[in-house]
């Protein structure tokens, strides 16, 4: 019995996925975090909104969702992701230093969207580029909430991606110190463009 039929094995799946991968049990792996003062939900629904990458993402510069077969974009009321989504991911390594140019895109890569949390504010997605025997690698993003000894809110945003395969080794002794500077670039972006936005207060509690 497969996975898919086996509603057992699809919850034993989807606990692992909303757990933090271990990183020390991969081949290699590259983290980012940042603090962020603004609301958690701001934060969630930036990382969701792929069509807003460009205005605050360095290093992925679009992420577009795509039909099953890898050939157009899906119309745009359907960009909302879901599990299953492909996603095609142009990036630009290192980050990009002007934000408006888009002769900094270099590279594309395919994606599916594996998990994703609404309430615990967990996304997880996996390349799709490459046999996973060559390269397997997870990117899995959290959000949070962290209250201060003066009662202010602020959120953790944490970020892993772990890689496995012969590819792995690739980016272990090649592309490693590259990948790091990326990722953080991520994080800072996401923190200056969040701390920057404005915001609706969040209504008081009763």
Not at 50 to 70: A, C, E, G, H, K
Not at 75 to 96: C, D, K
């Amino acid at each position: 019995m497969t996975s898919e039929s086996n509603p057992h094995s699809r919850q034993q799946e989807n606990k692992n996925l909303a757990t933090l991968p271990d990183p020390l049990s991969s081949v290699t792996h590259v983290t980012c975090e940042a603090t962020i003062d603004a609301p958690i939900d701001s934060i969630w629904k930036t990382i969701l909104d792929f069509p807003s990458y460009t205005s605050w993402n360095p290093f992925v510069r679009s992420q577009i969702l795509m039909d099953s077969n890898w050939k157009s974009p899906l119309e745009n009321q359907h960009q909302t992701p879901t599990v299953g989504s492909n996603i095609l991911m142009r990036v630009h390594n290192p980050p990009a230093v002007d934000m408006m140019d888009p002769s900094e895109v270099k590279t594309t890569s395919k994606l599916v969207l594996t998990f994703i949390d609404e309430e615990a504010k967990v996304v997880v997605w996996d390349q799709a580029s490459y046999p996973s025997w060559f390269l397997k690698s997870r990117r899995w993003q959290s959000l949070t909430e962290i209250q201060l000894e003066d009662g202010k809110k602020i959120v953790k945003y944490f970020s892993v991606e772990t890689f496995n395969g012969i590819g792995a080794w690739v980016i272990k002794w090649i592309y490693l110190e590259r990948l790091k500077k990326a990722m953080n670039g991520v994080s800072e972006g996401l923190k200056n463009y969040l701390e920057k936005k404005p915001h609706q207060p969040e209504p008081e509690q009763t």
